[in-house]
T-cell receptor, first 113, second 112 residues
């Protein structure tokens, strides 16, 4: 019973393509996130959603468009992929309450060639 | 903007040696969380500290929250090869933003 699951695990694509990453959580959490981890292991928040509503967009290019069809899902669509988009993307969820820990998915390693 | 820095960025230790990573926030934090990411894995929550000066232990791991609630540390006693990974601290962003800002991480390598 995976708590936060992401698909695909690996994604290799060419510059200019459009791709999507899916995320689902079965923890009953209200808040979901996308984080980007670069080659230096820095973890940067991209988006957060609470009850399907966008709360944070951390100056992410508008080529990145998150979509939350319901509280359990938060997908990430990326248009016109660039080399610099290569990274590991992590989905996470939490209850959204203060002090609640984040539960991360296994990550999607995106490689843009 | 709010920043959370960690030092050192990398640390190699011999198995059995102690290890400490330090976390410093540019702002006062209501709480701080620590995560461990094994190589090739995802961050996994370890612990949360809330009170000023709080110290918590998990077996060989000791976590401390500074008096001013702007810094924290994680100390591992007698490291083992299973301790390998990247350790992150994370602090909450502004109230209502539903976000945690992760520190820059400390990558620990343990040599057998």
């Amino acid at each position: 019973d995976t708590a936060v699951s992401q698909t695909p695990k690996y994604l290799v694509t060419q510059m200019g393509n459009d791709k999507s990453i899916k995320c689902e959580q079965n923890l009953g959490h209200d808040t979901m996130y996308w984080y980007k981890q670069d080659s230096k292991k820095f973890l940067k928040i991209m988006f957060s959603y609470n009850n399907k509503e966008l709360i944070i967009n951390e100056t992410v290019p508008n080529r990145f468009s998150p979509k939350s069809p319901d509280k359990a899902h938060l997908n990430l669509h990326i248009n016109s992929l660039e080399l610099g988009d290569s990274a590991v993307y992590f989905c996470a969820s939490s209850t959204g309450q203060d002090n609640s820990p984040l539960h991360f998915g296994n990550g999607t390693r995106l490689t843009v060639t | 903007g709010q920043q959370v820095m960690q030092i050192p960025q990398y640390q190699h230790v011999q198995e059995g040696e102690d290890f400490t990573t330090y976390c410093n926030s540019s702002t006062t934090l209501s709480n701080i969380q620590w995560y461990k990411q094994r190589p090739g894995g995802h961050p996994v929550f370890l612990i949360q500290l809330v009170k000023s000066g709080e110290v918590k232990k998990q077996k060989r791991l000791t976590f401390q929250f500074g008096e001013a609630k702007k810094n924290s540390s994680l100390h591992i006693t007698a490291t083992q090869t299973t301790d390998v990974g990247t350790y992150f601290c994370a602090g909450p962003g502004a109230s209502g933003t539903y976000k945690y800002i992760f520190g820059t991480g400390t990558r620990l390598k343990v040599l057998a």
